[in-house]
Structure formats: structure tokens, C-alpha cells
């Protein structure tokens, strides 16, 4: 329904900011999670390939990111706990991702 909407919660990833990092993966959670029970369909297939076209690769990168800097904040635990919830959603939204088939990017 909202073509571009992917594409911005792609740019907020670059933001710097763990906390609006985490607003979009929760975002993203929450449209993506019906993947998981949807029954097959072209018109899914279609969404789901529009979806990974653009959101796949900075899931991964972002996904890399939040793993390389978990040590830059050992000592800080409040933004450790948003790292450590932004893993969690990554990993929510990967397999929402990947309920219906196994998709070549990943």
C-alpha cells in the first residue's frame, strides 16, 4: 500500500540513533510478522519479493553493524538492552522473511 515506505525505513537505519533504529525494526516487525501465517498466494509472493528487493541487504548490513559495536557499549547498559532488543527484531523480521519459502538472498 506504501510503496516508498520501505525505502524510508531503510534510510532511518542510518540515523546513528540505536533507539530510532529500533523504532523501525519494530515497525518492520509488525508488518512483516503475517508473513508467518498467510496462505500462499501470487499476490503475497509479489509483496514478500518487493519487500526483500529493498529490505534484505540493509537488514544484514544493519544486522553486521549492531553485532561490531554490542562491545563500544559493554559498559553502557541502557543502550546495550536496545542493541540487544534490535538483535531480537532482526531476527523476528529474518524469519518472517523466511516462513513462506527460503528466499535466495539469504
Partial sequence: ????LIDLMVEK???GSLSV?????RTAHSLFKRYRHEFKSNTLWSEIKFVLDRFAKPLTDLFQQLMMIID??????SNLEIIYQSL???A???YSLNSQDLPEFF
Avoid: A
Avoid at 1 to 4: E, F, I, T, Y
Avoid at 72 to 77: A, G, I, L, N
Fill in 1 to 4: 500500500k506504501w510503496p516508498s
Fill in 13 to 15: 537505519f542510518q540515523s
Fill in 21 to 25: 533504529v529500533n523504532g523501525v525494526l
Fill in 72 to 77: 563500544q557499549y559493554k559498559s553502557d547498559p
Fill in 88 to 90: 531480537l527484531l532482526v
Fill in 92 to 94: 523476528k523480521i529474518f
